[in-house]
């Protein structure tokens, strides 16, 4: 019995090392099958501040089941609910100066932006995602849900990944809210899908006391499907997370990794297919100084640490300021004009400043308590109004309804080198319930930036080191700045007035009225005689019980 129970022990424990060995095999597979890459770019600003850029790509081929290694799981369940092909998230806090800042890595407007595409062409659908994607990220997205701040873009937010067959069934729909503010507690499930979270790799940086507190940051979720062959018969989703943060160092001639994140060194995570930081120097000014300690490998504008080669990296930076500005190759600017409370006036400028014609598309989204007047539209090139009919290669201009969707205004222009456009609309201010007003309402209300997109293979513009995993064209964006609107607004201290006084009001009625029912009266030169009531209200309860008496 000894040598039967042996041989059934080893039976048990040789099913138990096949099952895990098989187990083995499956988890290496699907690891196989996803990769994890991440990148921090440091490039320093002509004003003296520094730009550093973190991201994070992952990709899976498996997109059917909730088995993932890599990939979160979170988002996979997001994308099979409600049939994503591809969506763009940011949320921004802080303004990009384009010209003193050159062009961003990826272009965000103030706020939060949103905009997806997907299979199924409704508000259900829709409102589902949005309400998804804001619990994940603790957002406040519901408010995109519906249709008062949303639209479906014509001409910009194409799909930029590179699965053609996916385009043809895609649902595009934009929104943003320019008036959401970004803080830790959206930093937090950032770093809570990445394969190491904060406990290794570049992310263990990202300390948030230090990155709230520069001047300007923008968290970044990128999801797309793209091809993995040139027939597109194997594809795969890939997820790119992504922080730009700008710091003011502009009193410091030297700076480390300790005196930016409060860390003094970086390693790679283990899980990662690729762990690099670059130091990037963009200046063609010879008074620019950039000086790394230790020397590292680059073509003089691009330097590079692989980080799995690297047990720990320290490094310092020498960088002198640099007093020029940039131009850059488009420029737009929008504002209000008029006065009063009841109308008033947007005007859009859009500026080529480069050497060469530029196709330029525009997409801008009103609110509906803005009325725009679409028949006062006015355009013109260079100072010489032109027919709006003519002076565009597309042009859509949608109404809005109230209380039901916005005004879109969109269009698509070829610009002459230094030419810029002008075009001028008139518009009404609506009459809001004072239920609809914020908290804060006189401060008014805040719109959001138009989007300029420019589709451009230049080589010129590819100064980004991580450009490398992208395909195709490359969406060249330019945000106007938001504005703030102030609508004819109530006097909000009326209810307080009004409840002041009606309230010292019925104190002085009721007061009056219930003193004289209830007070008694005596007469004290009478002490021996029996006291008898003479208060009204007693009168009155007297009487009432002599007419039912005599009754």
Same mark, same amino acid.
């Given at each position: 019995?000894?040598?039967?129970?042996?041989? *059934?022990?080893?039976?048990?424990?040789?099913?138990?090392?096949?099952?895990?060995?098989?187990?083995?095999?499956?988890?290496?597979?699907?690891?196989?099958?996803?990769?994890?890459?991440?990148?921090?770019?440091?490039? +320093?600003?002509?004003?003296?501040?520094?730009?550093?850029?973190?991201?994070?790509?992952?990709?899976?081929?498996?997109?059917?089941?909730?088995?993932? #290694?890599?990939?979160?799981?979170?988002?996979?369940?997001?994308?099979?609910?409600?049939? &994503?092909?591809?969506?763009?998230?940011?949320?921004?806090? *802080?303004?990009?100066?384009?010209?003193? @800042?050159?062009?961003?890595?990826? !272009?965000?407007?103030?706020?939060?932006?949103?905009?997806?595409?997907?299979?199924?062409?409704?508000?259900?659908? @829709?409102?589902?995602?949005?309400?998804?994607?804001? *619990?994940?990220?603790?957002?406040?997205?519901?408010?995109?849900?519906?249709?008062?701040?949303?639209?479906?873009?014509?001409?910009?937010?194409?799909?930029?990944?590179?699965?053609?067959?996916?385009?043809?069934?895609?649902?595009?729909?934009?929104?943003?809210?320019?008036?959401?503010?970004?803080?830790?507690?959206?930093?937090?499930?950032?770093?809570?899908?990445?394969?190491?979270?904060?406990? !290794?790799?570049?992310?263990?940086?990202?300390?948030?006391?230090?990155?709230? #507190?520069?001047?300007?940051?923008?968290?970044?979720?990128?999801?797309?499907?793209? /091809?993995? $062959?040139?027939? /597109?018969?194997?594809?795969?989703?890939?997820?790119?997370?992504?922080?730009?943060?700008?710091?003011?160092?502009?009193?410091?001639?030297? @700076?480390?990794?300790?005196?930016?994140?409060?860390?003094?060194?970086?390693?790679?995570?283990?899980?990662?297919?690729?762990?690099?930081?670059?130091?990037?120097?963009?200046?063609?000014?010879?008074?620019?100084?950039?000086?790394?300690?230790?020397?590292?490998?680059?073509?003089? %504008?691009?330097?590079?640490?692989?980080?799995?080669?690297?047990?720990?990296?320290?490094?310092?930076?020498?960088?002198?300021?640099?007093?020029?500005?940039?131009? +850059?190759?488009? %420029?737009?600017?929008?504002?209000?004009?008029?006065?009063?409370?009841?109308?008033?006036?947007? &005007?859009?400028?859009?500026?080529?400043?480069?050497?060469?014609?530029?196709?330029?598309?525009?997409?801008?989204?009103?609110?509906?308590?803005?009325?725009?007047?679409?028949?006062?539209?006015?355009?013109?090139? $260079?100072?010489?109004?032109?027919?709006?009919?003519?002076?565009?290669?597309?042009?859509?201009?949608?109404?809005?309804?109230?209380?039901?969707?916005?005004?879109?205004?969109?269009? #698509?222009?070829?610009?002459?080198?230094?030419?810029?456009?002008?075009?001028?609309?008139?518009?009404?201010?609506?009459?809001?319930?004072?239920?609809?007003? +914020?908290?804060?309402?006189?401060?008014?209300?805040?719109?959001?930036?138009?989007?300029?997109?420019?589709?451009?293979?230049?080589?010129?513009?590819? @100064?980004? +080191?991580?450009?490398?995993?992208?395909?195709?064209?490359?969406?060249?964006?330019?945000?106007?700045?938001?504005?703030?609107?102030?609508?004819?607004?109530?006097?909000?201290?009326?209810?307080?007035?009004?409840?002041?006084?009606?309230?010292?009001?019925?104190?002085?009625?009721?007061?009056?009225?219930?003193?004289?029912?209830?007070?008694?009266?005596?007469?004290?030169?009478?002490?021996? $005689?029996?006291?008898?009531?003479?208060?009204?209200?007693?009168?009155?309860?007297?009487?009432?019980?002599?007419?039912?008496?005599?009754?």
């Amino acid at each position: 019995s000894a040598k039967m129970k042996g041989i *059934g022990q080893r039976r048990h424990f040789s099913l138990r090392l096949s099952i895990a060995c098989f187990l083995s095999l499956i988890s290496l597979a699907s690891c196989d099958a996803e990769e994890f890459y991440e990148d921090l770019l440091f490039r +320093p600003l002509r004003d003296g501040r520094l730009l550093t850029h973190f991201q994070f790509t992952i990709r899976s081929e498996d997109t059917s089941s909730d088995h993932y #290694e890599l990939f979160p799981k979170e988002i996979g369940q997001i994308v099979r609910k409600y049939d &994503v092909e591809e969506f763009h998230l940011s949320l921004t806090q *802080g303004r990009w100066f384009q010209d003193r @800042w050159d062009q961003p890595i990826f !272009a965000s407007p103030p706020g939060v932006e949103f905009w997806s595409h997907q299979s199924r062409s409704n508000d259900s659908s @829709w409102d589902g995602l949005v309400h998804a994607l804001g *619990g994940l990220y603790c957002g406040s997205l519901e408010a995109m849900q519906g249709n008062t701040v949303s639209s479906h873009p014509t001409l910009s937010f194409h799909p930029e990944g590179s699965n053609n067959r996916l385009r043809s069934s895609s649902n595009l729909r934009y929104s943003s809210l320019p008036r959401e503010i970004v803080c830790t507690e959206n930093l937090t499930p950032f770093l809570k899908l990445l394969p190491c979270r904060r406990k !290794a790799g570049i992310a263990t940086l990202l300390d948030p006391l230090r990155v709230f #507190e520069a001047e300007f940051k923008s968290i970044g979720i990128h999801l797309r499907h793209i /091809c993995l $062959d040139s027939e /597109c018969r194997r594809s795969s989703i890939e997820l790119i997370q992504t922080l730009s943060i700008v710091f003011d160092i502009s009193h410091q001639k030297e @700076w480390t990794l300790k005196s930016i994140f409060g860390a003094s060194s970086v390693n790679a995570c283990f899980l990662s297919s690729g762990s690099n930081v670059w130091v990037q120097d963009v200046s063609a000014s010879p008074n620019f100084n950039l000086k790394i300690q230790p020397e590292i490998s680059g073509n003089g %504008k691009l330097r590079n640490f692989d980080l799995r080669k690297l047990n720990n990296l320290t490094f310092t930076v020498q960088q002198d300021k640099v007093d020029s500005q940039n131009v +850059p190759r488009i %420029k737009a600017q929008r504002y209000f004009t008029g006065y009063g409370g009841e109308y008033g006036g947007l &005007v859009v400028h859009v500026v080529n400043q480069g050497v060469k014609d530029v196709n330029v598309k525009y997409h801008d989204l009103v609110p509906w308590y803005l009325r725009i007047f679409f028949h006062s539209m006015q355009v013109s090139i $260079d100072q010489e109004k032109i027919d709006p009919l003519k002076a565009f290669t597309k042009l859509t201009l949608t109404p809005s309804e109230d209380h039901a969707n916005p005004s879109v205004i969109e269009f #698509e222009v070829t610009l002459e080198p230094k030419s810029f456009l002008t075009l001028q609309f008139h518009f009404e201010k609506a009459f809001l319930h004072w239920t609809e007003f +914020p908290p804060d309402a006189h401060r008014g209300f805040d719109i959001g930036s138009g989007t300029i997109t420019v589709m451009e293979d230049d080589a010129s513009l590819e @100064w980004n +080191p991580i450009l490398y995993r992208r395909q195709g064209l490359n969406p060249y964006r330019v945000y106007t700045d938001a504005l703030l609107v102030v609508l004819p607004t109530p006097d909000f201290s009326m209810p307080y007035n009004v409840i002041t006084l009606t309230g010292c009001l019925f104190t002085l009625i009721f007061g009056t009225t219930f003193t004289t029912l209830v007070r008694r009266m005596k007469q004290l030169d009478r002490v021996n $005689d029996e006291f008898v009531s003479n208060r009204p209200i007693a009168r009155i309860i007297r009487a009432l019980r002599s007419l039912l008496e005599g009754v």
